[in-house]
């Protein structure tokens, strides 16, 4: 790290998490379920391309913020 670096510069305010959902029920794949699912660990923002194309249906995949 530089001399001019501070941790005490910025406030984090928002931290992404990618959320692994394995084998969620059929009837959960749509976006409203899925977002729903997600709101329990913040507001979701974003699901993977496999997920939203259901190309893989072992998990799926979302980002929420917390």
């Known amino acids: ?3 001019d670096f501070s941790f005490n510069d910025e406030e984090l305010n928002m931290i992404p998490i990618w959320v692994k959902l394995p084998s969620p029920p059929q009837n959960c794949w749509g976006m409203n379920s ?3 699912i ?5 507001t979701p923002i974003y699901a993977d391309k496999c997920t939203t ?6 998990y799926a995949c979302c980002t929420s913020t917390s």
Do not use: D, V
């Not at 194309?53 to 072992?58: D, N």
């Open 1 to 3: 790290m530089g001399a």
């Open 53 to 58: 194309k259901m190309e893989r249906i072992s």
């Open 34 to 36: 899925l977002s729903r």
């Open 38 to 42: 997600a709101t329990g660990l913040g």
